[in-house]
């Protein structure tokens, strides 16, 4: 089939060098604009306009998909699909009726699971054990459209939203060809999705990332590694701002040696410093740190950041407070 790709960033390029290897015909890709990223604030392309550029594919960068000239030239490219991953903009009717076979979406969750921005980081975070990918039907509605294919990927005890989203990627990426030959040889059976099971997963805030100490442990664990790597999970202290990489959860074992006898376990936010780790307390037991990374400072091992800023039996994180 004839088509035009729309994806934005480097989770969609999978999707795209496997259609260019597919038997379907990649015409164009449509694409964000350039954003200002980094220190210098300097402009820079999407990962998908970059790669595209590296195969020689038209780009198109509108606005607005309302764009007037935009839908003109989708419909002078006259595709018979647009498979999209991750584009980032909503489609208008108008533009998801120009291809033959409509607009074919590839979302990381099993649908109805999950509807939004962030299907990954929300299942981490949730505890859920398995998500995956679905390819559906885009329609006006958010993440509502009829499934044509779906993949299963267990989520492991240690994968972080990234870990867990690069895998989703690449194995989406197959699902999403697949679906596309389903459609090309008229063999796709698109199925409504049911009622039941609806959950939505909107793009992260900075608040979202913020470390509750006073949660469980394994709470705190899971909402570290759903922020990881984007937004960041972050606490603060003495009201500066520490950006803290995926935490470890302590067996019996370890509670036990490091909180002999009848000494009391750390309350939550508490740090406790040793020459080699970092622990802090949470709701049930203590997590172990990682990495941090101070404010304006590189990333460091927990240890050396505590040696650093002489942390002490008393010293707390900044807990979140709940007004009411």
Request: hydrophobic content about 45%; proline content about 8%; charged content about 20%.
């Amino acid at each position: 089939m004839r088509l035009v790709f729309a994806g934005t960033p480097a989770v969609a390029v999978p999707a795209l060098d496997a259609l260019m290897a597919s038997d379907h015909e990649v015409v164009a890709v449509v694409t964000r604009q350039d954003a200002r990223s980094g220190r210098g604030r300097t402009w820079h392309p999407s990962p998908v306009k970059a790669r595209a550029e590296e195969l020689g594919l038209e780009v198109l960068t509108p606005a607005t998909p309302r764009d007037e000239d935009f839908q003109a030239r989708l419909r002078d490219l006259a595709p018979a699909a647009c498979p999209v991953v991750a584009y980032g903009n909503l489609i208008p009717r108008p533009v998801l009726e120009i291809p033959t076979h409509g607009w074919i979406n590839l979302h990381f969750s099993l649908l109805p699971a999950w509807r939004g921005a962030a299907p990954v980081q929300h299942a981490v975070i949730a505890g859920d054990d398995v998500t995956g990918a679905s390819t559906f039907l885009l329609e006006e509605g958010l993440d509502t459209g009829p499934v044509l294919g779906r993949m299963t990927e267990r989520i492991h005890a240690h994968d972080t939203a990234g870990d867990l989203l690069d895998r989703l990627a690449v194995a989406g990426a197959h699902l999403l060809v697949a679906s596309l030959d389903a459609l090309d040889s008229g063999q796709a059976t698109p199925i409504a999705q049911p009622a039941e099971g609806i959950s939505h997963a909107p793009k992260l805030t900075v608040d979202d990332a913020r470390i509750r100490w006073q949660d469980p442990a394994l709470a705190v664990d899971r909402r570290i590694r759903g922020c990881t790597p984007a937004p960041g999970a972050w606490t603060s202290l003495g009201g500066h701002r520490l950006k803290v990489g995926p935490v470890s959860l302590l067996t019996t074992e370890d509670i036990t040696t490091a909180f002999p006898g009848d000494s009391e376990l750390p309350a939550p936010g508490q740090i406790v410093a040793t020459r080699s780790q970092v622990m802090v307390g949470t709701a049930t037991t203590p997590v172990l740190l990682g990495e941090v990374q101070p404010s304006g400072k590189r990333a460091m091992s927990a240890a050396d950041w505590a040696r650093g800023a002489r942390i002490t039996a008393g010293t707390f994180f900044d807990l979140e407070r709940h007004d009411g």
